[in-house]
């Protein structure tokens, strides 16, 4: 199985410059997942590479922090916004990230996940 991850263009700029190390989200992945393909969300709106997920740094979001700020590609009050409230943060691991030379469309009937979807291939 594999999965279609949304990120918003800024971010994925991060993710490409090897500034953003970790992705974070409020929930993983519930199936096993052996590829990871990025979707820029609007206004690119196609999917412009992938990863292969090597692990999950989970925990409360101060420590998720404290593991993850030097490579998080965000400051620390959007990741405060991002998790108020919440007592569990997630940070998929990204590496060997590999970006596209041609970006893809999502295929025919396929919408863009808010957060992420599994898919067998694109």
């Not at 990871?36 to 740094?57: L, N, R, T, W």
């Not at 965000?74 to 990204?94: C, H, M, S």
């Not at 808010?114 to 694109?122: A, I, K, N, P, T």
Request: include cysteine.
């Amino acid at each position: 199985m594999n999965a279609i991850l949304s990120i918003k263009p800024q971010f994925i700029e991060e993710i490409v410059a090897g500034k953003k190390k970790f992705e974070y989200r409020k929930s993983v992945f519930k199936q096993p997942v052996e590829k990871v393909y990025v979707y820029a969300s609007a206004p690119i709106s196609k999917v412009i590479g992938e990863f292969q997920p090597v692990d999950v740094v989970t925990g409360a979001p101060g420590d998720v922090w404290k593991e993850t700020k030097q490579f998080s590609g965000i400051t620390k009050n959007l990741f405060d916004e991002y998790y108020k409230g919440r007592k569990t943060a997630y940070a998929f691991v990204i590496q060997n990230f590999v970006k596209y030379d041609c970006p893809v469309n999502l295929p025919e009937g396929m919408h863009a996940p808010q957060s992420y979807c599994y898919v067998e291939s694109l």
